[in-house]
């Protein structure tokens, strides 16, 4: 056995060392990234599971950082919503992905939903919804096509976000909880705000169909949507057997592998023009 020494009481390890200052580094360089052009907007087609086609795109932030590579928003963005910058990052995306949205339909393709992911920290800013009148405006971009997913977990907070939440309703723009199902909100909590979609999220498809635990809780999801006359989408979809449990069980949306990994901008064009047609 190992003698266990005093290297047992040494707090930072190699590693940790190494995790601290790739988390400086990814800090220090934010502002530039946004500065730069460093970061990249992906879609992820979104399939309404009936038809077949797609009905709409995810945007997902990407940070290709010129010396650690392409950087996973789950490990910048809590950087970025700690620091503010958050804001003007979720601004960029924004603008970024309602021109993208808007050049598509210019370029003669049938106008989907584009669904943006926003933090806390944006909505609770003052001007959250000047910005996204702005982004409407300036892209051409008409309301009813644009989707903002907001987390379960935001819904805590709902007494203070639905100002901003009912302020979204008179511009047209539709409302999606993002997770649904893993977070810590009430379910109480959906009687006060308006809600279009509820994401059911993919730790819930995952064990469809090994798990009957797993088919009763998204049965039960799709029938809440129903109810509450949202429409319901399935996120993480890998299967053949998922995708067929959820059509079989009317829900209406699917998103995941099984359909098309995130694409950039220019190869999600070519995805909805030769959607089908092979
Ligand atoms: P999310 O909103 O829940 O997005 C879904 C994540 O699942 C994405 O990861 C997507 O690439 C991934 N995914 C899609 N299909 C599958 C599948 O079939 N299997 C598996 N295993 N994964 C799949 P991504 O792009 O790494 O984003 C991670 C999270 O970062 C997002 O989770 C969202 O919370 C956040 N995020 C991404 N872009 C933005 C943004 O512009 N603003 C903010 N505030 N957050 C963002
Ligand atoms: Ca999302
Ligand atoms: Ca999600
Ligand atoms: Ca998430």
């Not at 709409?56 to 990407?62: C, F, M, S, V």
Request: hydrophobic share 40%; aromatic share 8%; glycine share 6%.
């Amino acid at each position: 056995a190992k003698s266990s020494g005093r290297n047992n009481y040494t707090f930072y390890t190699p590693d940790m060392s190494k995790a601290i200052s790739r988390r400086l580094q990814l800090e220090n360089g934010l502002l530039r990234a946004l500065k730069n052009g460093e970061f990249i907007v992906q879609y992820q087609p979104k399939i309404h599971l009936e038809t077949g086609e797609i009905s709409g795109a995810e945007a997902l932030l990407r940070w290709n950082h010129p010396e650690l590579g392409l950087v996973p928003p789950n490990e910048f963005i809590p950087i970025a919503e700690e620091t503010g910058l958050i804001i003007p990052i979720g601004e960029w995306v924004l603008k970024t992905s309602c021109m993208q949205s808007k050049i598509w339909q210019k370029s003669g393709l049938l106008p989907i939903n584009l669904a943006l992911n926003v933090s806390y920290q944006q909505l609770k800013t003052r001007n959250f919804i000047l910005s996204i009148q702005q982004a409407l405006a300036e892209s051409g971009l008409d309301p009813q096509f644009l989707e903002l997913e907001i987390t379960e977990s935001m819904l805590r907070e709902a007494g203070e976000l639905k100002i901003v939440l009912d302020a979204l309703r008179p511009i047209g723009i539709k409302l999606a909880i993002d997770d649904f199902g893993v977070g810590y909100s009430s379910l109480s909590m959906l009687q006060y705000v308006d809600i279009n979609n509820l994401k059911i999220d993919m730790s819930l498809i995952k064990d469809i169909p090994e798990s009957t635990k797993a088919e009763a809780i998204a049965k039960t999801i799709i029938e809440l949507g129903k109810n509450l006359n949202c429409t319901i989408t399935a996120e993480g979809v890998e299967t053949k057997e998922q995708f067929d449990f959820l059509k079989k069980n009317n829900c209406h949306f699917g998103q995941g592998y099984l359909f098309s990994r995130p694409l950039d901008g220019s190869d999600f064009e070519k995805l909805l023009r030769n959607w089908r047609k092979d």
